[in-house]
């Protein structure tokens, strides 16, 4: 059976109607955050399904952990697009949609039908996000895209090599497609702003390369910013080997010592404003900056001296920022993130039990809704989608014997 489902009602969003082409990670992050905003977001999924349904741990086939975590809120139907009836249906559902997002390749759309110019036809109010790997007008238009490639295409490697690690490596999260996942949520909102003046809808490409590279770029040019370079690449400060968690006598502790207002307090508090506070390595902001290793290395020996707890409690004293390392298991039971309701505990009706997160901003006006559909099996409303499509019941069942869409009960 079906979970019962009803359309966001809460949200700054709330009317807007996705439809929504993506799986692994960018663009059901992306999504899920539209939906977490009151927008209504129907998953269209192949009858392999998302990828991300078949990655462990689950407690269900088809039901895995990443997908849980970026799919809440949504609505999932099954088409065989390449399938003419499958596709056509995909095509009908757009005419009663406001946004239609996508990270299958632009080439790919245009084969299948579902580009751009095709679906203005049917619906030119339609805003079509395009998220690729490249933007469309380099001579790597055509090139697949996954997290690690664009990390590695883009200089996370890189920095980490900098930083010290033995090797290069990745950032261990999907770095890549969270920022450009950001990227298609602002792309999306923007679109529909420009719309209600216009009246209009237009295609928007989001690639994952060009996001990245403002990412990384922004904090790293340094020199080379200036033509000629005023030096290499490489913000000091974040790629620095001294730039990490600091051992305590009886663990480890985040601290960041940052402008002068901290180093005095800091020094103060340490009883060294005649001694490292004269040092002139640490006296102004350009100083510690042109000595980063040096700094960093200096406070690194003096967190050494005293414990995690009576250091929290000497900074927090000082007004000197500074947080614990924290593990995941450490912020789901974190008092700040249950406090504000970002962590909740949850009930899945397929998947028992589950930690959730809300969406992390909060509004006045508009409050997104507190609570939304949990992530659905594979096909679960695609009886439902056509319905509301305007399929009637004998067409639906003709579209589901002939394999141009399937159901929920057909894969369980």
């Known amino acids: 059976m079906s979970a019962d489902y009803s359309a966001p009602s809460a949200g700054p969003l709330a009317g807007v109607k996705i439809l929504d082409l993506t799986s692994v990670v960018m663009g059901p992050f992306a999504t899920q955050i539209l939906a977490q905003l009151g927008a209504e977001v129907i998953k269209l999924e192949t009858p392999e399904g998302d990828n991300m349904r078949h990655v462990g741990p689950m407690a269900n086939p088809g039901m895995g952990h990443i997908f849980l975590n970026a799919n809440a809120g949504k609505r999932s139907i099954v088409l065989d697009l390449k399938n003419p009836d499958g596709c056509e249906a995909a095509l009908k559902i757009a005419e009663g949609c406001d946004v239609f997002v996508s990270n299958v390749r632009p080439q790919a759309l245009m084969r299948l039908g579902l580009d751009y110019e095709s679906m203005r036809q049917r619906n030119p109010r339609i805003i079509h996000v395009s998220c690729c790997g490249f933007d469309q007008d380099g001579p790597d238009a055509a090139r697949p895209a996954y997290d690690d490639l664009i990390q590695g295409a883009t200089g996370v490697p890189w920095l980490m090599k900098q930083y010290g690690v033995p090797e290069p490596g990745y950032a261990p999260t999907t770095l890549a497609d969270r920022v ?30 060009e996001s990245m590279a403002q990412f990384i770029l922004g904090d790293h040019m340094a020199g080379l910013t200036f033509e000629p370079p005023l030096g290499k690449a ?46 002139p390595r640490f006296v102004t902001h350009s100083a510690r900056a042109a000595n980063i290793d040096e700094v960093y290395a200096e406070v690194a020996r003096i967190l050494r001296t005293r414990t ?37 505990n949850t009930l899945h009706p397929t998947e028992g039990p589950l930690h959730s997160l809300a969406h992390p901003t909060k509004w006045s006006g508009t409050p997104p809704a507190q609570s939304f559909s949990p992530a ?14 305007g399929y009637a019941p004998e067409i639906i069942e003709s579209l589901i014997q002939q394999g141009a869409c399937r159901t929920a009960s057909k894969m369980d």
């Not at 702003?193 to 237009?202: D, H, I, K, M, T």
Request: with cysteine.
């Open 234 to 279: 490489g913000y000091a400060r974040l790629i620095t080997p001294n730039r990490k968690p600091y051992v305590t006598s009886d663990g480890m502790l985040c601290v960041l010592i940052y402008n002068d207002k901290h180093w005095k307090s800091f020094f103060e508090a340490i009883g060294e404003s005649k001694g490292l506070g004269t040092d």
């Open 376 to 389: 659905p099996r594979l096909g679960e409303h695609t009886r439902q989608l056509l319905k509301e499509a």
């Open 308 to 344: 995690t707890a009576q250091w929290r409690t000497l900074l927090d004293a000082a007004d000197v920022p500074n947080m614990p390392m924290n593990s995941p298991e450490d912020l789901l039971v974190n008092p700040q993130l249950r406090a504000t309701g970002f962590v909740s």
């Open 180 to 209: 450009t996942g950001l990227h298609t949520v602002y792309a999306v909102t923007a679109a529909l702003y420009a719309r209600s003046q216009s009246g209009l809808g237009q295609s928007v490409v989001v690639p994952m390369f």
